[in-house]
């Protein structure tokens, strides 16, 4: 057991280690029946493993090397990660617009295949702790060891994670003062797939702000409070300004597809900020100063519910 994989559960560990190679009813079987110990003991499914402990499991067949792994295409830019941060528990990329978290149909690149090949002698694959959207930019967090996964998603639960996202959305809209959008939303079936409704659902809070208005557009600040699927695109859609590029939900179609970037992130003690790299006539306006970014993304969580923000 090394140090990255302290803390977790011994039927949690065998499951990560031996990478499914072995059914959890198999290893669940051979702990009940003490051909598993963890430092010459017995030990159950539950129990919490410290760094330094031996675990002996029996003797079994594993598959051959990367059957069970997934595969990443053999080229230098499937195996590139843009590393914001990183330091000996944590590790902060600038996921590009495109490449989707993990991978599925159609997909076989992914963040999470350029994790594991990048990571590949380690005994503990650093784990992403959120997603973002495959054609969203931006900050993504990756957990390097189980004890700081572990504690970031506790933040995450008790909603002390604050993410700011920045947004190019259709028309003029009337959002120059901080504003808090309040809906319900849930999925709904349609001839192109699932998308995501306006109506009666789950409860979706987002703040917002026009930080720029250029003709036909405007830049928008926006902070989602809960974590919806497509929360920032279908509220805003509802209220008649889609992203630019976002078809699916009714926005103006644009080449590059849509414009959505996660530009920030913070919890207590920690905060990385990461400007999109949109080309013209998209890229932020020279005005506006990183500087002034930040101050409007900290006067924008200034404003949460508890603050009185305007709803709309």
Request: net charge positive; charged share 20%; aromatic share 6%.
């Amino acid at each position: 057991m090394s140090e990255p994989e302290a803390g977790q559960k011994l039927l949690q560990f065998l499951q990560r280690r031996l990478a499914g190679a072995i059914p959890a009813s198999a290893l669940q079987r051979w702990i009940r029946t003490g051909q598993i110990r963890v430092d010459g003991s017995r030990a159950k499914p539950g129990t919490r493993l410290d760094a330094q402990q031996r675990i002996r499991v029996p003797p079994h067949d594993l598959p051959e090397t990367g059957s069970s792994v997934t595969q990443v295409p053999d080229c230098p830019e499937a195996l590139h990660l843009d590393v914001v941060h990183e330091d000996r528990d944590l590790l902060v990329l600038a996921k590009p617009k495109g490449l989707p978290v993990h991978a599925g149909t159609g997909h076989q690149d992914s963040i999470a295949s350029r994790l594991t090949s990048r990571f590949a002698e380690h005994l503990w694959k650093p784990a992403l702790v959120h997603r973002l959207d495959r054609d969203t930019s931006g900050l993504l967090v990756v957990a390097k060891t189980y004890s700081r996964l572990q504690a970031l998603q506790d933040l995450w639960r008790s909603e002390k994670v604050r993410k700011t996202y920045l947004a190019w959305v259709q028309g003029s809209p009337a959002w120059g003062e901080p504003l808090l959008l309040r809906d319900q939303t849930s999925k709904v079936r349609t001839g192109l797939g699932e998308k995501m409704r306006v109506g009666a659902g789950k409860p979706t809070h987002t703040l917002i702000q026009t930080l720029f208005q250029s003709q036909d557009a405007a830049l928008v600040l926006v902070a989602p409070l809960t974590g919806r699927t497509h929360q920032i695109r279908v509220q805003l859609a509802s209220r008649g300004h889609p992203l630019v590029g976002d078809v699916k939900y009714g926005g103006p179609p644009r080449p590059g597809g849509m414009l959505l970037h996660a530009w920030h992130i913070a919890w207590p003690g920690q905060e990385f900020h990461l400007p999109p790299n949109w080309p013209s006539p998209w890229a932020l306006p020279p005005k506006l100063s990183m500087e002034a970014l930040i101050e409007a993304t900290r006067d924008l969580a200034g404003h949460r519910p508890d603050n009185d923000a305007p709803a709309l």
